[in-house]
């Protein structure tokens, strides 16, 4: 397998990092968004847009680009790199995915072409109260094309236009277009250690739905959770990455008794560790990019939970390192070390903890 990124993609991942860097930089931009309930503002969000990255996972015949995973994952590094807020993960994977793999052609043309413009943002709500991050346990029932149930850890759904809401039919688990402002929907914000990451509580009575595509929708369901799992991890590689560049960076220059504190072995090791860390997980991200564009869902879902299960606590513990080298200063509001390391902590929480991935992993060998 080979890990080198085509031309192209260095080419898009250098547009990526420019855009960023110019028009949303961690001061003043994300900073300026923590208390914001959509986490991004017009100007950025149709930027991404313009420059097509919102419709990448789309296919071009209904508004997209039809690119890859891997492509995706140039964006969603870079976008880790800056612990970039907004609804972005949650629409152009995850909703854009859920369409593509569950929706007949009608629900494409009527759905793909405003996610893909970034004209309407949408995102997944899968999990319940007590589920523990499986987004298989659920109450949520549809009856007579309404849903009624509560869905929580749903990403961006204070930014959302529309909902993708799993529940039980008559066919069997669905998953459901619900307008956030219909009669019968509840959204309220909910409170969390990572003011990058927005979350919120959808309730719903009776509230209007339309199904996507029809029968039993857990397989490709599955497929779907799979791809969001790997682009979180891969937003981790960029956070991860930079974490570990400031953590360094900082131990060139810090002075301690004389000395630079990156002379003192006890540094050294936890860089080193760090490092470690980083590289086996990028190995994982990546891997897990080619198994969402090439590989069967078996693979595909393997590639994802492995993934998770080793990146979830590795790059957590990068984000806990990087709080160790910079010390005090680390903890502090004004420092951006807080923000790389809660965003990994966010990862290390989503869909399950590590030891449930590795559950299930031991499941799928055993």
């Known amino acids: 397998m080979d890990f080198e990124f085509s031309s192209e993609q260095e080419e898009l991942r250098q547009t990526v990092r420019r855009f960023l860097s110019e028009q949303a930089p961690i001061s003043p931009y994300v900073r300026s968004l923590i208390d914001d309930e959509r986490g991004t503002t017009d100007i950025v969000w149709k930027g991404l847009a313009a420059m097509g990255a919102v419709g990448l996972l789309a296919p071009e015949e209904y508004g997209g680009s039809g690119s890859t995973m891997v492509d995706m994952g140039v964006v969603l590094e870079e976008m880790g790199r800056v612990v970039h807020p907004g609804p972005f993960l949650s629409s152009a994977v995850g909703a854009v995915s859920a369409v593509v793999a569950l929706g007949s052609d009608h629900d494409k043309r009527a759905l793909l072409p405003s996610l893909a413009d970034g004209t309407t943002v949408a995102t997944l709500a899968l999990l319940e109260p007590g589920g523990r ?171 994802a939970t492995m993934a998770k299960a080793y990146c979830g606590d590795a790059f957590f513990r990068v984000g806990a390192s990087t709080i160790q080298v910079f010390g005090g200063i680390g903890y502090t509001w004004e420092h951006d070390a807080h923000l790389f390391y809660k965003r990994l902590l966010t990862l290390q929480q989503a869909y399950g903890t590590s030891s449930d991935h590795l559950e299930a992993l031991a499941g799928l060998i055993v």
Not at 138 to 160: I, N, P, Q, W, Y
Not at 186 to 209: H, I, Y
Not at 270 to 280: I, K, N, S, T, Y
């Open 133 to 303: 991050g499986d987004w298989r346990r659920m109450s949520c029932r549809e009856s007579a094309r309404t849903l009624t149930g509560t869905k929580v850890h749903v990403a961006d759904a204070m930014a959302a236009d529309t909902l993708l809401v799993s529940a039980v039919g008559t066919d069997g688990l669905g998953l459901y277009v619900v307008d956030r402002e219909a009669t019968g929907v509840s959204v309220e914000a909910s409170t969390t250690v990572d003011p990058t990451r927005l979350f919120g509580t959808v309730r719903l009575d009776g509230a209007p739905a339309r199904r996507l595509g029809s029968g039993d929708a857990t397989a490709a369901l599955q497929s779907v959770v799979d791809r969001v799992l790997i682009a979180m991890v891969v937003d981790g590689v960029g956070a991860a990455a930079q974490a570990l560049d400031l953590a360094v960076a900082y131990a060139k220059e810090r002075t301690q008794f004389g000395r630079v504190i990156g002379s003192f072995q006890a540094v050294q090791h936890l860089c080193a560790d760090m490092l470690q860390d980083l590289e086996v997980g990028r190995a994982g991200a990546y891997y897990g990019l080619w198994a969402a564009d090439g590989a069967d869902p078996s693979e595909l879902h393997r590639a």
